[in-house]
């Protein structure tokens, strides 16, 4: 349960005062949530400094200035381009406030002649006549100290003014509570560290640029609370794996070597050491979980497939769990050929399977009749029983943290865990996605692959790429035609897509397909059975194909604004094209002008294709939040922690979570109750929640 002192800052924003429907709504989207603590960490992004006060005579036009002036005549405008004017003084020179667009009678109101104001904004000069265009500020003379100062500024939307959230912010900021210190207190006093409190109300009244940087001494704070929070929550859900004894698994190697002797090709160096690994791993009477790094094409599902083959050879159960349909068949089409030569039963169980067959495979499931299940989350649901599984494997190819919410579920007898993902990560997110989670990583691609020709051409040679494409098509090869990521909306790359497949069609005609994440998983199941099987040869996509998608038979792939994809992305992207021995073309398109950035990028594109090399060169390029180009990655979305900035701090804060379960499991000391608070205000409640120590 949440901790007491948290209520105040999870109500709703609806309890601060002046928050009515609309500014719920906007306020809501602008913070990305409707709790009082969404509107904690909306952290300002700027300051105006409003304590310069000069005379008018002595004003240097250009800043921003706060005055106190007497309002001298109103002059309305002659005509609708015109601007409304007001004449304001003080002893020294006259000022002329300009207004574009406005009720006459609100400024009457607010700017009565012959009375004081404080007016505050930036002044110019026009030909020598001092001037301002809409005051930022108008107030009365007895509130001129809310005014003097420096003015916070915060990320806005439309329909709602830095003003108005401040003065929400304010409210927000009196309910933050004085938390039992969860940090270790020398630790504190080292760093020169306040309360959290203290720091995330220095954060939000920042007196100097450098105080909105990362490294300022209060963010610092901040960002080592929630990655503490982050690697906490790690080490619990390792901590309860780890302590259930496992059982060894350690199987003949009969079948497996069956299955190296059915294979066309040799394994790799790097698929044997990492076999060995893992197969070491299931030996330990303990429970493993192990994390599976390797780059689009290096061989993952051969190793998933042998390792769990080691389980069967012991005469238990293993599972492999695909995010998508698509994938989940595609590992059933390898693996289940190679096991029906070796006689081991595999089945496959997705969403889409059929009542009665469903059923049967449930059944044979609990009596163990079958070996090895693949499957999508399918496989977990509640009424999925096994005999013995033994062997889970979790091919998350680039979604991140979706392990987590296995461990919790508990359906196999002590089931080793062993994590896949294809997506090359940085050591440092590595740690922020997985915590210590045992690590393989297989950095080499079979031999023989030819490297993609990959080139760089502006989107005004489209129809030279058209017209290329067009012979390309008709020698039999199979294309994929990536269409631009408009940012935070699915809808306008849908647009984009359609678009362009429709112009498409019209120079190619049946043979063009269209997948995007907005079909139903059936009808994209169609389209891309269509493309697979040949009866289509050019494939307009959105992003979805990103994912896994197996058709070694493409080798052209066309990416549309390629400098609005993220490197990994990129990478990822053009991964589904080297799939074969065959030569592959990717051709990176990019609308001028291009960001210094992007060109470096489609540089890194062009001359790399190394995985690991271009993750790490991602991460420096974006930051670490970015560094899939979506938030829903999975990654821990970090709010304030910069994995640049606060690198030193992620790896203190992982063995200061090591330490602080070492000498408290259970979290039930005094800094362990605190802890608790901590893990609870970054949201890590799932894992709390479940965590009995
Ligand atoms: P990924 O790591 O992307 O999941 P896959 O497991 O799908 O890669 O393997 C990609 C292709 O490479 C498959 O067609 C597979 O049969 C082949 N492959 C795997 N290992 C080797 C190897 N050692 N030598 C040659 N080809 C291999
Ligand atoms: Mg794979």
């Given at each position: ?342 006689g081991v039963s595999c089945a496959l169980l997705t969403g889409k399977t059929k009542t009665k067959e469903r059923k049967q495979i449930l059944a044979d499931l609990a009596e163990g009749k079958i070996n090895i299940v693949i ?319």
């Amino acid at each position: 349960m949440r901790p007491e002192i948290l209520y105040p800052l999870f109500t709703s924003i609806g309890s601060i005062k002046g928050v009515g429907e609309r500014a719920y709504k906007l306020v809501t989207n602008l913070i990305g949530g409707d709790k009082i603590v969404n509107m904690m960490w909306h952290l300002p992004s700027n300051i105006i400094d409003r304590s310069y006060a000069p005379r008018l005579a002595n004003a240097v036009a250009g800043r921003i200035c706060t005055v106190a002036v007497k309002v001298v005549e109103h002059i309305p405008p002659k005509n609708n381009r015109q601007p409304y004017r007001v004449i304001v003084e003080d002893d020294t020179e006259q000022l002329t406030l300009t207004f574009f667009k406005v009720y006459a009678q609100s400024i009457t109101k607010s700017l009565p002649v012959g009375e004081f104001r404080i007016i505050s904004g930036k002044l110019e000069s026009f030909n020598g006549q001092l001037q301002m265009a809409h005051p930022d500020y108008i107030a009365r003379p007895e509130d001129i100290a809310k005014i003097l100062g420096i003015e916070t500024v915060y990320p806005l939307t439309a329909g709602i003014s830095n003003k108005t959230i401040r003065k929400y912010m304010e409210q927000v900021l009196a309910k933050i509570p004085n938390f039992p210190e969860w940090q270790d207190q020398k630790f504190l006093e080292q760093q020169k560290w306040p309360s959290f409190k203290e720091a995330i109300l220095k954060v939000h009244n920042p007196r100097y640029l450098s105080d909105l940087e990362p490294f300022a001494t209060e963010r610092c704070r901040i960002a080592y609370d929630e990655l503490l929070a982050n690697q906490l929550a790690l080490a619990i859900v390792r901590q309860r794996v780890k302590k259930q004894y496992g059982r060894s698994i350690c199987g003949n190697g009969e079948l497996r070597q069956k299955i190296i002797n059915l294979l066309p090709f040799k394994l790799t160096d790097a698929q044997q050491r990492v076999l060995n690994e893992i197969y070491a791993d299931l030996q330990q009477p303990y429970r493993m979980l192990r994390l599976l790094q390797g780059d689009v094409g290096s061989g993952k599902t051969i190793v998933a497939l042998l390792a769990m083959i080691s389980a069967v050879e012991c005469g238990a159960q293993a599972a492999i769990m695909a995010p998508t349909e698509i994938l989940a068949k595609q590992h059933f089409e390898t693996i289940e050929d190679l096991c029906n030569k070796i006689g081991v039963s595999c089945a496959l169980l997705t969403g889409k399977t059929k009542t009665k067959e469903r059923k049967q495979i449930l059944a044979d499931l609990a009596e163990g009749k079958i070996n090895i299940v693949i499957g999508t989350h399918a496989l977990f649901q509640e009424d999925v029983s096994f005999k013995d599984l033994a062997f889970v494997v979790i091919d998350e190819q680039h979604r991140f943290g979706v392990h987590q919410r296995l461990m919790l579920s508990e359906k196999g007898n002590k089931a080793d865990v062993l994590v896949m993902t294809a997506t090359p990560i940085p050591r440092t997110l590595v740690l922020t996605a997985y915590g210590d989670m045992e690590y393989s990583k297989i950095d080499q691609v079979p031999e023989g692959r030819k490297p993609v020709d990959t080139r760089v051409l502006p989107l005004s040679k489209l129809s030279d790429v058209v017209q290329g494409l067009k012979r390309k098509l008709e020698t039999g090869a199979r294309a994929y035609w990536v269409c631009p990521l408009v940012e935070e909306s699915e809808k306008s790359d849908l647009a984009a897509a359609e678009e362009r497949f429709e112009s498409l069609k019209k120079i190619f005609g049946s043979s063009v397909g269209l997948v995007h994440g907005k079909m139903k998983e059936k009808d994209k199941d169609a389209v891309m059975e269509d493309f697979k099987s040949g009866k289509i040869n050019l494939l307009v996509a959105t992003t979805v194909i990103e994912v896994g998608v197996n058709v070694p038979e493409a080798t052209l792939m066309i990416i549309e604004h390629a400098e609005r994809f993220g490197l990994a992305q990129l990478h990822q992207l053009r991964g589904r094209i080297k799939r074969g021995f065959e030569a592959s073309t990717c051709l990176l398109l990019y609308n001028l002008p291009l960001s210094e950035t992007a060109k470096e990028r489609l540089n890194i594109m062009k001359n790399s294709e190394d995985g690991f090399m271009i993750a790490e060169k991602d991460l420096e390029l974006r930051g670490g939040g970015e560094i899939l180009g979506t938030k829903q990655s999975g990654f821990a979305n970090f709010r304030l922690a910069n994995m640049e900035v606060h690198k030193n701090l992620l790896h203190i804060a992982n063995q200061d979570a090591k330490m602080i379960l070492e000498l408290d499991p259970k979290l039930e000391s005094q800094r362990g109750q605190a802890l608790r608070t901590l893990l609870y205000l970054f949201e890590k409640d799932d894992m709390v929640r479940n965590y009995r120590g």
